[in-house]
């Protein structure tokens, strides 16, 4: 079969390669793509969120599988576009419906579902600059560190820590009154801070069954030990040593389960990804966030650990026999080390080549924002690549990665030396 991949990151790069090793899979387009999927794939110079330039490539090509990689297409309603199209309705697509991506794209809507199941969250309330004095008097009713999150899509970015109060007050009005995240802060929700340690879960769901598939911890601050801004992660490791199979039966039971159940009663038509952000407080298991989609660069390790062909997954997913199929999971570890441009997350420079992938051994290197320029690779966004090795134990694997990062080289190249320390 033909298939498509929207995207273009480290995320968008390790669907390809899996796919790509499938001999189901015929022709493989990755759109918009990046230096990584050139390789393996015919990159479509798309946006993922022009779906009449998408309906026009999946006919002209014949495609009749599309994995959704971003968040963006998904909250925009690309699968309900595709139903509704006379041309387009029998094309399988991995990802929910419009109504069900709300789980990402609105926090109070994630945060209301939470509480209709039962589903342990940290307690919160919402508000906007209508109200914003309200939120200031519920700031003083909570503890530090204060958590303000952006209600809407803010590219990983809208979340803010705070261990001041006359900061969080300052930061609460800055999102608000002076839409700091534009139009994805006109609702911030503020929530009680849990202490503990993060992981990620990923379910796979026909949108009645459901398998999980391995955790995985990401590395989401710019410097070591945690510290500095919030990125779209610098790193992972699975599986997660501390999720014991005790935590993760108190995962799949109070949220996994509860969280499938609850999409079919809400009546949410879910075909794809859930990402759960979990949080362990204790012994116990919380939700800090859904995501609709793979996480990113959690697929940099998860996918490279699952044995079972990707696509059987998908069309049994796209076909509602999910429950029918094996989820087959390699034993090693596997580990990841993003490596960013000088100035990420903030400001920082393009078009740097990058020099050294042929002297990788025994990791493989997913692309993210690099792309093909008169026949190098350069830089083409703020995480570059991903160095993703496989070990024993997490550490043999993520020794392997930064031996082979020593062969990288791109301009102001950074990454962080201390993925897994706090494990």
């Given at each position: 079969m033909n298939i498509l991949v929207l995207g273009s990151g480290g995320r968008e790069h390790t669907f390809a390669w899996k796919i790509a090793q499938s001999n189901q899979c015929t022709n493989l387009y990755v759109a918009p793509g990046n230096s990584g999927t050139s390789a393996i794939a015919t990159n479509l110079d798309l946006s993922v969120t022009d779906f009449k330039a998408i309906k026009d490539a999946v006919i002209a090509n014949d495609i009749e599988l599309v994995v959704v990689g971003p968040e963006d297409p998904l909250v925009q309603g690309v699968h309900d576009f595709f139903l509704e199209d006379q041309d387009l309705k029998n094309v399988a697509v991995i990802g929910p419906q419009k109504a069900a991506a709300e789980l990402e794209g609105s926090k109070e809507f994630a945060k209301e579902f939470m509480m209709r199941h039962n589903i342990p969250t940290a307690a919160y309330q919402s508000f906007t600059k209508d109200n914003v004095e309200e939120g200031y008097k519920f700031l003083e009713t909570l503890n530090a560190p204060y958590v303000l999150k952006a209600d809407g899509l803010a590219a990983g970015k809208g979340v803010l820590i705070l261990n001041d109060l006359d900061e969080a007050k300052e930061e609460l009005s800055n999102m608000l009154v002076n839409a700091k995240f534009g139009n994805a802060s006109a609702k911030v929700v503020i929530e009680e801070f849990l202490d503990g340690i993060e992981l990620s879960c990923f379910v796979l769901t026909d949108g009645k069954d459901y398998k999980i598939l391995p955790t995985a911890k990401d590395y989401k601050r710019i410097g070591e030990g945690d510290t500095g801004l919030n990125t779209g992660g610098m790193g992972a490791v699975s599986p997660v040593p501390f999720a014991t199979d005790e935590f993760l039966s108190k995962m799949e039971n109070q949220i996994v389960k509860p969280t499938v159940e609850g999409l079919q009663k809400d009546n949410l038509p879910y075909v794809g990804f859930i990402f759960i952000g979990l949080i362990k407080v204790g012994d116990d298991p919380k939700v800090i966030e859904y995501n609709v989609r793979m996480g990113d660069p959690e697929t940099e390790v998860v996918l490279?650990?699952?044995?079972?062909?990707?696509?059987?997954?998908?069309?049994a997913m796209a076909n509602g026999t999910l429950a029918d199929v094996a989820i087959d999971i390699d034993e090693r570890a596997a580990t990841t080390i993003m490596l960013v441009s000088g100035g990420y997350p903030e400001a920082y420079e393009k078009g740097k080549e990058i020099t050294g992938l042929e002297k990788i051994e025994d990791s493989i290197v997913f692309h993210a924002g690099a792309k093909d320029k008169d026949g190098k690779v350069v830089t083409s966004g703020g995480r570059?690549?991903?160095?993703?090795s496989y070990g024993d134990t997490?550490?043999?694997?993520?020794?392997?990665?930064?031996?082979?990062?020593e062969n990288l080289h791109f301009d102001k190249m950074y990454y962080r030396k201390d993925i897994g320390f706090d494990l």
């Open positions: 490279p650990r699952l044995k079972t062909e990707l696509v059987t997954i998908f069309k570059v690549m991903a160095v993703t997490y550490q043999e694997a993520i020794k392997k990665s930064y031996q082979n990062i």
